[in-house]
């Protein structure tokens, strides 16, 4: 739907009619002050992470901070009454045991007392499983997009599709998540300070960069019960530097609940928000979170438990049909990101 | 050209032997001193064509009648000698000297004014006639007063000029979608030729779909709605067809900056047959070409739209009109993925007078309308259609006991078919699975009677009465849901099914109509009317306006039909003669069973729609204030209204109530509204139009906090439509130079026009983003950024 769009405008800014879109400077005076709750666990192996934070003032960055909530006791609770401990391992995110894993047909639940003593609940989410994937297959894909300033760039790289066969007795809902792993080479020889004179740098020319898709893929199979399905949710975007060398795409495929799809769709629908008139309305973004003092109490965030299924590949040069200019770094690759590492992992 | 040339001749002998001419006499010598009733039918000279609202003045009385849609009026005089002025718009006046010695008939053919060129063009309709009739909450536009305004790329747009009448709003610049006192876009019946049309916009929006070459004149019925309409709550808008020349051949073409027309008119069958039909087709790629966004370069987008009317004139009590209507988009965006929508109509009239009291017409008409995405990215094509079809006849009776006692009476029946959606996989590896929702069927019956009189000289009463009747039917399955737990797909108990046509579930109600006038003079009236309107099939949408995607639905056990009871009351003065016409109208709404959404709903494909589905409330009111100065080198008219618009959901679950129960604004809630139209003519030839609207911004909701999920910025929304979007602001203006058109090719009417003069940005929509490289904030986007100026062109022939 979300191509439907533009059309609407019909055109951008500069074009005949001068579409644009501007920055509109508003006071909202508003503020609520939520809990919100990330909580994900699966049946993998551990840790899990269960994140807390309370919202803020929407406005400028400086206006709002989205703070932590520390120093709340967290537990997961499944069907059978054993109660798994979360600790606090940085401030906001809590983390299960390595050892804890989710079983398929248990039914779990959060629960969370903060340090004012309030408690909240998420409602009982159900540990569906999910079929295994069949494969995943990847084809270069380029699309032109306008950028903020109005300038046309070209965005290139590489699309996956989840192969899977959907099982027709029952309605599925699937989540994908992807994460990645590449080489990254760079140039600190040609190092120069400030003042632009040459100021080599000895470290380190080579290094590792670890990644995660945030986007949010997921599908529902209504449309589609009981068939073979090939599915595109990811993206590796050609930067000229994640596929200069070599790059490992590890994609996990989730189950879902009903109500958990629900949660992500309206998320996903108002991540999308455009402008455009086929926009959904805002919604509220209720999620499965409740306080059990003050049930009225709005609480933002879903406690998801998944089934998982995982698959790896690699993605090369080679698969770019048009290759983008690999970006020269002058400097220590350890300083391009904070995942950087020279450790080389053993299976590459 | 010699055709003119005769008809100048010919119509110069004619004053000539008119003023010579002793009066013309009516009726036998008959020995009663009166009253008799004098009667005809005004036309046009040339096209034969009936016209409405001609007004007939007798002098010696200072009274006059005007004609009615049908182009006839009633006079009742007594015996003696009279003078007649006869004028319309665009039209030569006339002045007649009449005997009157008993009943008769005096048919009059008025010549359009070819040298006086839109000197009057403010509406078409006789000047008192809003004191002086019982109608309150009506306006019409002549052809003529829309051709006149600012035209958009050059298209003259009928639906965009509504908007700038007092009570009628739109959300956004390029929406095809308009609001009347309150009320949503679905909750208009538009009528082209008497067929409903469900989306009349070509480029979503851009540009509305009447081509109006082939338009007489346009109606809209926000208040005291006669019985004779029905079936949506808000208002009728009546767009009449021209008839064909019966004489002889001409025609009607223009160029304009995304599209051309041509109309073609004449006999077929001298002064019985005639034919009228045009077409216009669309080249905007052009406009496309001009956007800095790739995926829109690379689209293309082709619409055009064909008219036909067919007029038969029997004998003098029976005449037969057909008329066809076709409408096309077709939007291929990035080249892979095509939308397409279709409206198409035929209308079948019959017209039989019985007496000259009593006059009947029969109506049979067939709309369709279909819209479909073609996806052809190679990936999981597939196809996504969805189509109405509704086919009615209508039965109508007018009796007049006399001039002022009219009973108006009949009978409606409508078969609606809606399938709403259907989708097909269109290559063997696409893994999308055929899907259709099981197509719904309704019958709409209603019958109708309504009777206006005066009651003495001062007070004119029109009132009526609607039955309607609607059943929902098969074949059908459908869901039964625990009864005490909100209505999702997981408590379904059980489902049942039912055959074709078998009755699911009926609804049927009276709406009672009233009016009334009263005169506190000659020149001005106090009116007052009632009333109630059902309407049994809603616009599903979950966008802002009306988008080609958005499925009709019908009502069902689960969808009450909406009901919406009006009251309005107005104070009407003319003044300098008729001249200038004024008015203060204010009305209340009470809408009863609204459609509104979950959060969050999925409405494509769906087949348990209802359990996304919520209804509410909706109150609306409002004053309008409206001066109109109709003659003069300047006209124009000035119109403010402030309105309120509001609604309310209350369900038995938090995920069933909106706005925590309160009640909120509507989408399309603007309090302030304040329109300026002008027109001067610098010469005969040479005219310039202006119009500037100011409203207050629409409602949004701003985000009530931030909040931060999968590493991104997110609003977060509560209490909804709290907040504006700025204020809306524009001033268009246009210069037209009108040649004698029938000359020469090149003398034809140029009109220059620029929209958005002083480049103010409106804000189409707002809405909030986290974009890298800036703070989580509010964005407007505006549609119209820069002044758009245009040419077009048109010669007649």
Same mark, same amino acid.
């Given at each position: 739907m979300k191509r439907i769009l533009i059309i609407a405008i019909v055109l951008a800014c500069g074009g005949m009619l001068g579409a644009c879109v501007d920055v509109l400077d508003l006071d909202t005076n508003r503020e609520a002050k939520l809990l919100i709750v990330e909580g994900f666990i699966s049946t993998q192996n551990g840790p899990h992470t269960v994140e807390l934070k309370e919202s803020a003032k929407f406005g400028s960055i400086f206006e709002g901070v989205i703070s932590d909530v520390e120093d709340a006791k967290v537990s997961v609770r499944d069907d059978r009454g054993r109660v798994t401990f979360l600790t606090e391992t940085e401030p906001g995110e809590y983390q299960t045991p390595v050892s804890f894993r989710g079983v398929v047909g248990s039914v779990y639940t959060l629960q969370i007392v903060t340090e004012e003593g309030v408690s909240y609940t998420s409602l009982p989410e159900k540990l569906e499983s999910v079929v295994a994937l069949d494969a995943v297959s990847t084809a270069?894909?380029?699309?032109?997009?306008?950028? @903020?300033?109005?300038?046309?760039? $070209?965005?290139? &790289?590489?699309?996956?599709?989840?192969?899977?066969?959907?099982?027709e007795d029952q309605v599925n809902y699937y989540r994908w998540r992807n994460s990645g792993l590449f080489e990254l080479n760079t140039n600190p020889a040609g190092f120069t300070d400030r003042f632009g004179r040459p100021a080599p740098k000895s470290c380190c020319d080579q290094c590792w960069i670890s990644e995660r898709d945030e986007s949010v893929y997921i599908y529902k199979d209504n449309l589609t019960n009981g068939k073979e399905i090939v599915f595109p949710m990811g993206f590796v975007e050609d930067d000229g530097m994640k596929i200069t060398a070599?790059?490992?795409?590890?994609?996990?495929?989730?189950?879902?609940?009903?109500?958990?799809?629900?949660?992500?769709? @309206?998320?996903?629908?108002?991540? $999308?928000?455009? &402008?455009?008139i086929f926009d959904p309305p805002p919604a509220t973004t209720r999620g499965n979170m409740i306080n059990l003092d003050n049930p009225d109490e709005n609480v933002i965030g879903y406690f998801i438990a998944s089934d998982v299924v995982v698959d790896s590949l690699y993605l090369r040069p080679t698969d770019l049909e048009r290759r983008k200019q690999i970006v020269n770094i002058p400097d220590d690759c350890l300083l391009v990101d904070r995942s950087a590492t020279t450790d080389r992992p053993s299976f590459w | 050209?010699?055709?003119?040339?005769?008809?100048?001749?010919?119509?110069?002998?004619?004053?000539?032997?008119?003023?010579?001419?002793?009066?013309?006499?009516?009726?036998?010598?008959?020995?009663r001193q009166g009253p008799f009733r004098i009667n005809g039918k005004v036309s046009d000279f040339d096209s034969r064509e009936s016209l409405l609202g001609v007004n007939i003045f007798v002098e010696e009385l200072s009274t006059g009648v005007v004609t009615d849609l049908d182009g006839t009026y009633l006079l009742v005089l007594d015996k003696g000698k009279y003078t007649l002025r006869v004028s319309f718009i665009g039209f030569e006046n006339k002045r007649i000297p009449i005997e009157v010695k008993g009943n008769g008939k005096l048919p009059l053919r008025l010549k359009e004014d070819l040298l006086q060129l839109q000197e009057v063009v403010v509406f078409g309709t006789n000047p008192?006639?809003?004191?002086?009739?019982?109608?309150?909450?009506?306006?019409?536009?002549?052809?003529?007063?829309?051709?006149?305004?600012?035209?958009?790329?050059?298209?003259?747009?009928?639906?965009?000029?509504?908007?700038?009448?007092?009570?009628?709003?739109?959300?956004?610049?390029?929406?095809?979608?308009?609001?009347?006192?309150?009320?949503?876009?679905?909750?208009?019946l538009i009528l082209l030729g008497g067929a409903t049309l469900y989306n009349p916009s070509h480029l979503f929006g851009f540009l509305s779909s009447f081509n109006a070459d082939l338009i007489s004149d346009v109606t809209l019925y926000k208040g005291g709605i006669p019985a004779r309409y029905g079936g949506r709550g808000s208002s009728i808008l009546?767009?009449?067809?021209?008839?064909?020349?019966?004489?002889?051949?001409?025609?009607?073409?223009?160029?304009?900056?995304?599209?051309?027309?041509?109309?073609?008119?004449?006999?077929?069958?001298?002064?019985?047959?005639?034919?009228?039909?045009?077409?216009?087709?669309?080249?905007?790629?052009?406009?496309?070409?001009?956007?800095?966004?790739?995926?829109?370069?690379?689209?293309?987008?082709?619409?055009?739209?064909?008219?036909?009317?067919?007029?038969?004139?029997?004998?003098?009590?029976?005449?037969?009109?057909?008329?066809?209507?076709?409408?096309?988009?077709?939007?291929?965006?990035?080249?892979?993925?095509?939308?397409?929508?279709?409206?198409?109509?035929?209308?079948?009239?019959?017209?039989?007078?019985?007496?000259?009291?009593?006059?009947?017409?029969?109506?049979?008409?067939?709309?369709?309308?279909?819209?479909?995405?073609?996806?052809?990215?190679?990936?999981n094509d597939f196809q996504l259609g969805s189509d109405i079809n509704d086919t009615g006849l209508t039965l109508d009776f007018n009796y007049n006991f006399t001039e002022t006692n009219s009973i108006n009476f009949g009978g409606q029946s409508k078969l609606m078919e809606i399938n709403p959606g259907k989708l097909d996989p269109t290559t063997s590896s696409s893994s999308v699975l055929a899907t259709d929702v099981e197509d719904e069927l309704g019958n709409e019956s209603a019958a109708y009677i309504q009777h206006t009189f005066d009651l003495g000289k001062r007070l004119t009463v029109s009132y009526g009465v609607r039955y309607n009747l609607f059943r929902y039917l098969g074949a059908n399955t459908?869901?039964?849901?625990?009864?005490?737990?909100?209505?999702t797909e997981e408590n379904i108990v059980e489902q049942v099914t039912f055959e074709d046509g078998e009755v699911i579930k009926q609804f049927d109600g009276f709406a009672p109509r009233a009016s009334l006038r009263f005169s506190l003079g000659e020149n001005s009236s106090i009116k007052m009317g009632y009333n109630k309107m059902f309407q049994y099939i809603h616009l599903i949408s979950n966008t802002s306006t009306i988008a080609p995607t958005d499925v009709w639905k019908l009502s069902d056990e689960f969808l009450d039909p909406e009901i919406v009871t009006q009251y309005s009351v107005g104070l009407f003065k003319n003044l300098n003669d008729n001249s200038i016409e004024t008015s203060i109208e204010a009305y209340y709404k009470d809408i009863e069973n609204i459609v509104e959404y979950k959060d969050g709903a999925d409405l494509i494909l769906n087949s348990n729609i209802e359990t996304e589905l919520l209804t509410g409330k909706g109150r609306a009111y409002g004053?309008?204030?409206?001066?109109?100065?109709?003659?003069?080198?300047?006209?124009?008219?000035?119109?403010?209204?402030?309105?309120?618009?509001?609604?309310?959901?209350?369900?038995?679950?938090?995920?069933?109530?909106?706005?925590?129960?309160?009640?909120?604004?509507?989408?399309?809630?603007?309090?302030?509204?304040f329109t300026a139209v002008t027109q001067y003519n610098i010469s005969d030839r040479v005219s310039f139009s202006t119009i500037f609207s100011y409203s207050t911004g629409r409602p949004v909701t701003y985000p009530s906090a931030k909040f931060e999920y999968f590493g991104q910025d997110v609003a977060y929304y509560d209490e909804r439509n709290v907040n504006r979007a700025p204020d809306y602001h524009r001033l268009d203006a246009s210069l037209t130079f009108s040649f004698n058109a029938r000359r020469k090719l090149w003398q034809g009417d140029w009109v220059f026009s620029v929209i958005n003069l002083y480049s103010r940005r409106n804000a189409f929509s707002v809405f909030f983003d986290d974009i890298p490289g800036a703070p989580p904030q509010a964005y407007q986007l505006s549609i119209l950024g820069a002044p758009f100026p245009s040419l077009s062109y048109s010669v007649k022939f």
């Open positions: 270069f894909k380029s699309t032109p997009s306008r950028d @903020t300033d109005g300038s046309v760039t $070209e965005r290139s &790289g590489i699309e996956i599709f989840a192969h899977f066969s959907d099982p070599k790059y490992l795409l590890v994609v996990e495929q989730h189950s879902l609940s009903e109500s958990a799809w629900q949660f992500l769709n @309206t998320l996903k629908g108002q991540l $999308e928000i455009d &402008g455009d | 050209m010699k055709r003119l040339v005769n008809i100048l001749v010919l119509s110069f002998c004619l004053q000539l032997t008119g003023w010579a001419q002793a009066p013309t006499i009516i009726g036998k010598d008959n020995t008192e006639e809003n004191v002086k009739s019982a109608d309150l909450g009506k306006s019409t536009l002549s052809i003529k007063s829309i051709e006149a305004l600012p035209p958009l790329a050059g298209e003259v747009d009928i639906l965009k000029s509504l908007t700038l009448l007092p009570g009628v709003t739109t959300v956004g610049e390029v929406s095809s979608g308009f609001h009347v006192r309150g009320g949503g876009a679905d909750q208009n009546d767009v009449r067809y021209k008839t064909g020349d019966l004489n002889a051949w001409h025609g009607k073409a223009s160029v304009g900056m995304v599209a051309s027309k041509l109309t073609l008119e004449g006999p077929i069958v001298q002064n019985k047959l005639s034919i009228i039909f045009g077409g216009r087709l669309s080249y905007s790629d052009w406009l496309l070409r001009t956007t800095s966004d790739p995926d829109i370069k690379n689209s293309s987008a082709q619409f055009y739209d064909l008219n036909a009317v067919i007029n038969y004139h029997l004998n003098s009590k029976n005449k037969i009109s057909y008329s066809f209507y076709q409408s096309s988009d077709d939007f291929k965006f990035s080249s892979d993925t095509t939308f397409a929508w279709t409206n198409r109509s035929h209308a079948l009239r019959w017209d039989h007078t019985f007496t000259d009291q009593f006059v009947f017409s029969a109506s049979l008409v067939n709309s369709q309308y279909n819209f479909s995405i073609l996806n052809d990215t190679g990936i459908v869901n039964r849901y625990e009864p005490l737990l909100p209505r004053v309008e204030l409206f001066f109109k100065k109709k003659q003069g080198r300047l006209t124009g008219w000035l119109s403010y209204t402030y309105s309120r618009s509001e609604r309310q959901v209350v369900g038995p679950y938090p995920e069933e109530t909106i706005n925590n129960g309160e009640w909120y604004r509507s989408n399309f809630d603007k309090p302030h509204d």
